[in-house]
DNA sequence: GTCTATATCGGGATAGAC
DNA sequence: GTCTATCCCGATATAGAC
């Protein structure tokens, strides 16, 4: 109790690094809990002791990631570039970070479509996780002085990033061509023409048409677990 | 051979409703092959007999289903009402047939974003059904006369539509609200707004934008499995 | 050709002894 | 806290009844 480090927490720290190498080299579905006790030189009781499941391994894999990524983050995010630069940057960051894990994400996103599903990134208990990343994109907006998003809009642009965000990850995943050359276009490209029109959002002009989208969003989120009500 | 109804359809076809049923009434993963077997009264090397794996049964679902809907959707098309209504019928159809298998879908749609997956809408064995059904909605856009679609637009349509409908059931798989109705609500809204969005997309001014969203659709498209080239 | 019975394996998860 | 033994299930294989 009085010691920093306890024998437990060893043994757990060796089964968990265990885990997310085999999830990395092996992937998800490949990587069976007693490779993973074999590897972590414990018995197969033991590793379950410490990890109910093998989801709990990959929530652990999400909170790591998060913590490695966010000194990054913060440099993305201290630059002075302009809107375009600073989102791409965030999203980089994730790019690279889950570069070497790119098969393990793979295998991970089937279950993402289920925000029942705890390892999916809509889910209740990855709430914290998709909030702080959020809470990035909403720095990013707060800070640009080249792109002036209208007020009705900007409560859920941060929620909007996250989720274009998210749906190139999904494409990058599944994305055969060498080296993702393909996601690396779609990336920019999308983001060039998502931020084209949101610099476009405020004309009057399209006053009608911004304020049926907003409508949309805003019915779109009421139905989701995430949103404001959180039961049902 | 020569009579129309063998011993081995009859065990084949209760062997898929036995499965169907308690998929529908348990879900997916729930449900065993043994379990199947024994409400169909027939060993677990029959049931294996006849569908090499529980997701042979889930195909065989997906193939029932689609074969179902046909005639409805053939009627929704034949009717002369306008492109949103005739679009929307042909999404209400997928709604109300599905409606008693809902939570079913909820845990096929958990290997949905894996196109690898044979049970996945993006799947390379699910391709003739995503295709039959595309094709539904090209039918829908050809006899339609209230909105005329930009050439350069038209081709991407069909999957397009297709792609909307994917992710209003989607939503509506997930949806908690009472009977579904934020689902309804978001699929009037969505698709008024998507139709509007067709009709002023022929206009002269917005040349530049549309021909960088297409330029979009094409770059996604290209990156897909089912896109024209197939392997790699 | 249709079907049963049964054995076997790999893998997630659990119970209970120590 | 740790391990062994066990269970359940999907899947495969096989031998043989009819």
New interface residues.
Partial sequence: MTRPIKKSEATCARILDAALDMFRTRGFEETTMRGIAAAAEVSLGSAYYYFESKEDLVMAFYERAMEAMAPRIEAALASTAGFEETVGALITVKFEYFQPSRNFL?AL?????????RLSPFSKATRSIRERDQVYFGRAIAQSRDVRVPDELSPHLPMLLWLYQMGLI??WI????PGQR??R??RE??LA?LVGGLKISRFALLKPLRT??V??IV??E????HGASED?
Same sequence: chains 1, 2.
Avoid: F
């Fill in positions: 793979g996103l089937k279950h993402a479509a289920d925000p029942r599903n999904l494409y599944y994305d055969r061509s393909q996601t276009l779609l490209k999308s023409l049926k989208i409508e949309l019915l779109a009421g139905g989701t677990s049902a």
